[in-house]
Nanobody, 128 residues
């Protein structure tokens, strides 16, 4: 059974940092495109960041560019989201997602429907 499990969320103050992790099990995603999305209360789930299999191609939403960094450790079957200079508007449930692709280098989808596996999410709350 394939599982993506996020961790690292919590309650922080504006300007603080957090590091989210997403550990995959049930199969290896070392050759797959993976990403982070988030959903704030009352809002649609939105794209945050995506990374290709070898970390050579990365794309961020404009709202987090320069503050968030996505990375991965294929040996650990894990991706990360380092979040810095957090703002109250970053408050959301953060989800990791994986595509059922192999060795993609240029296609970095930002749409939810392009992803095949999802975690349950981890809550990030940023107080002002």
């Amino acid at each position: 059974q394939v599982q993506l499990v996020e961790s690292g969320g919590g309650l922080v103050q504006a300007g603080d940092s957090l590091r989210l992790s997403c550990a995959a099990s049930g199969r290896t995603f070392s050759s797959s495109t993976m990403g982070w999305f988030r959903q704030a209360p009352g809002n649609e789930r939105e794209f945050v960041a995506v990374i290709n299999w070898d970390s050579q191609t990365i794309h961020y939403a404009d709202s987090v560019k320069g503050r968030f960094t996505i990375s991965r450790d294929n040996a650990q079957n894990t991706i990360y989201l380092q979040m810095s200079s957090l703002k109250p508007e970053d408050t959301a449930v953060y989800y990791c997602a994986a595509r059922n692709d192999r060795y993609s280098t240029t296609y970095l989808p930002t749409q939810q429907y392009a992803y095949d596996y999802w975690g349950q999410g981890t809550q990030v709350t940023v107080s002002s």
